[in-house]
């Protein structure tokens, strides 16, 4: 019998602050108390350390196929090791269903990519693309037998990922009379596509163009619009990447109704505005994700959104592209779109910074407390996408997934001493206070300091169950 011995941490959960001992025993939390017995256990002294249940980062593109040859930049190894750097022990990525696909085995391509790789836990949500009666047929078994409770469907990149409304009404109905929940990237993506077409054809080829053609009404139309289909269909709903004030208030009003309407935000929403689009140079080409960094109001938003419940997660849509060309080719690179900001991949990196940047600017500056904290990163996500007691728990019975957090190192963020693959990070040069010391996944210490423990395909695939039933 393998026994680890944490003693004298400050153990912080969703709902408990208290200074203790945690006994795991073969990777599950056995007992946590005062002077637990150390015999043969492999002991870790936490003193002056914060103890947090592993991070769950629900949003994430690990080596993902974008279209036109272009791949994200992080493999699931790299990834999933940068994620354990930043305090994140279980991922949930996606599995994407091309055109005249199906959607099991969409699953089936992404499991086996997986699972030789991640060096942390992992699940995938679902993208449908291609929503027909044979792929709404697969539904309940990837529920019930595969573990897939949540899937993905885009309002925006019409003739690529978009799927109309009746396809948007008929996923939720079938999913969620399964116990499963549809996830929305919500925009217009028509309108979008209007002012995208609009830009080029005035000659406006520069990244800022990606910002000024997705503005954030267009955001909180599709986010209405979405609530009212889900609320018609009876399910609860779920936004992606949520950024817009605009799109916040929808759910604010939903939510205020009885409506069981959920949503997440991301740190890159929470920490910079549209202000990096005036870098000089195709430097604001790094800054290019969907949607596009907003403004102050919406900033303000978002924070009183974490703050009040109205915004249940923060991820961090971790979807990496080199700036420069990198030894896999250019197609991976932000180089791609130099030319017309409606070529460059979409996304940015993200996935090691989570804890830090939440806990510097989130905890430490008064926004949100400890308890918060570790509901918006590691309990919220475990109990929306079905993996709660097992993670996102400190808690006898649980998996042994923590982070020893000290509350007082000082450090800069810089692409110089990240594990991604990605060659530039988007905060670079940021002082933060706040450091993920040690990392165990199941019981295994995985990172120590700047050592690096674990090993490829340690992760292992978590089947869920229902998605979205958290009330
Ligand atoms: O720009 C982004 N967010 N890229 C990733 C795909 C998505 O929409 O989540
Ligand atoms: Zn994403």
Same mark, same amino acid.
């Given at each position: 019998m393998n026994s680890v011995l944490i003693q004298n941490g400050r153990i912080v959960t969703a709902t408990d602050d208290y200074v203790g001992d945690i006994l795991i025993r073969d990777g599950v939390i056995e007992a946590i108390g005062h002077h637990l017995p150390a015999e043969n256990a492999e002991i870790h002294d936490a003193t002056d350390l914060l103890v947090f249940p592993g991070g769950i980062d629900a949003h994430v593109h690990m080596e993902t196929p974008m279209g036109n040859g272009v791949y994200t930049c992080d493999t699931f190894e790299s990834g999933t090791i940068s994620a354990a750097f930043g305090g994140t022990t279980t991922i949930i990525d996606f599995a994407q269903q091309f055109h005249n696909d199906s959607p099991k085995a969409a699953l089936d391509r992404r499991l086996a990519a997986a699972a030789p790789q991640c060096c942390v836990d992992y699940a995938f949500h679902v993208i449908l693309t291609d929503v027909n009666p044979s792929s709404l047929g697969e539904l309940p078994d990837l529920i019930n037998?595969?573990?897939?409770?949540s899937f993905k469907l885009y309002m925006a990149y019409p003739g690529v990922l978009m799927v109309d409304d009746a396809a948007i009404f008929k996923t939720m109905r079938k999913a969620g009379s399964h116990g499963g929940m549809a996830l929305l990237h919500a925009e217009n993506g028509l309108v979008i596509q209007a002012l995208i077409e609009e830009a080029l054809e005035e000659?406006?080829?520069?990244?800022?163009f990606h910002q000024m053609t997705r503005p954030s009404l267009m955001e909180g139309e599709a986010a209405h619009r979405v609530i009212r289909i889900a609320e018609l269909a009876e399910v609860p709903v779920y936004i992606v990447h949520l950024s817009a004030e605009e799109a916040l208030a929808a759910v604010v009003e939903a939510r205020d109704r009885g409506i069981h309407a959920f949503a997440e935000t991301c740190p890159h929403y929470l920490f910079l505005d549209?202000?990096? =689009?005036?870098?000089p140079d195709f430097e604001a080409a790094k800054y290019v994700m969907t949607p596009p960094l907003r403004d102050h109001h919406c900033q303000h938003a978002l924070w009183r959104g974490l703050k009040f419940d109205d915004l249940q997660l923060v991820a961090t849509d971790h979807c990496p592209f080199c700036f420069n060309e990198n030894p896999l080719g250019?197609?991976?690179?932000?180089?791609?779109?130099?030319?017309?900001?409606?070529k460059i991949p979409n996304g940015a990196p993200g996935v090691e910074l989570r804890l830090t940047l939440l806990y510097d600017g989130g905890v430490r500056t008064g926004r949100i407390n400890l308890n918060r904290f570790v509901q918006l990163t590691a309990t919220a996500p475990a109990k929306m996408f079905g993996l709660f007691p097992r993670k996102g728990a400190i808690a006898p019975?649980?998996?042994?997934?923590?982070v020893l957090f000290d509350p007082n190192a000082t450090h800069r963020i810089s692409a110089s001493n990240h594990?991604?693959?990605?060659? =530039?990070?988007?905060?670079?040069g940021r002082e933060v206070t706040g450091k993920v010391r040690k990392v165990f996944l199941r019981g295994q210490c995985i990172v120590d300091g700047e050592q690096w423990l674990g090993k490829p395909g340690m992760g292992e695939y978590l089947p869920r169950k229902a998605s979205g039933r958290v009330l």
């Open positions: 037998n595969d573990g897939v409770s000659g406006n080829t520069s990244p800022k549209h202000s990096e =689009y005036d870098r250019i197609l991976k690179s932000k180089q791609y779109g130099r030319e017309n900001f409606n019975g649980s998996d042994a997934d923590l594990h991604s693959l990605v060659d =530039y990070s988007l905060f670079e």
